[in-house]
């Protein structure tokens, strides 16, 4: 499985910005997938998930009412359209996916997701 990032770059608090990630080797029909991001000298950070048993959305606490994930099976791309962006949301951003049932309990941990993608930055400024 492969998972190719894209979309991240620079904006300014307030604006959005729009990641995509791309997969082969796993259709969005057969993978949970999803976005975690980490930023500079802090732990990775649960964005947000969508599940494929039951295509369940989850989403971290802090980028709850901001981000959406969707998926387009067409393209096998998973994106995550990000708006009213904050300072605090500056991070490398890692799609994530899983051929395995991801249980509810561990939606959150990044040891649930064997796939990770490359990274993209993203940096708003204040």
């Known amino acids: 499985v492969q998972l190719q990032a894209s979309g991240g770059g620079m904006v300014q608090a307030g604006g959005s910005l729009r990641l995509a990630c791309q997969t082969s080797?796993?259709?969005?029909?057969?993978?949970?997938m999803g976005w975690f991001r980490q930023a500079p000298g802090k732990g990775r950070e649960f964005v947000a998930v969508?599940?494929?048993?039951?295509?369940?959305?989850y989403y971290g606490d802090s980028v709850k009412g901001r981000f959406t994930i969707s998926r387009d099976s067409a393209t096998n791309t998973v994106t995550l359209q990000m708006n009213s962006l904050k300072s605090e949301d500056t991070a490398v951003y890692y799609c994530?996916?899983?051929?395995?049932?991801?249980?509810?309990?561990?939606?959150?941990?990044?040891?649930?997701?064997?796939?990770w993608g490359q990274g993209t930055q993203v940096t708003v400024s204040s």
């Open positions: 994530v996916a899983s051929r395995l049932r991801v249980i509810t309990s561990q939606i959150r941990s990044g040891d649930s997701y064997p796939y």
């Open positions: 080797g796993c259709s969005i029909s057969d993978c949970t």
């Open positions: 969508k599940r494929k048993s039951d295509s369940n959305l």
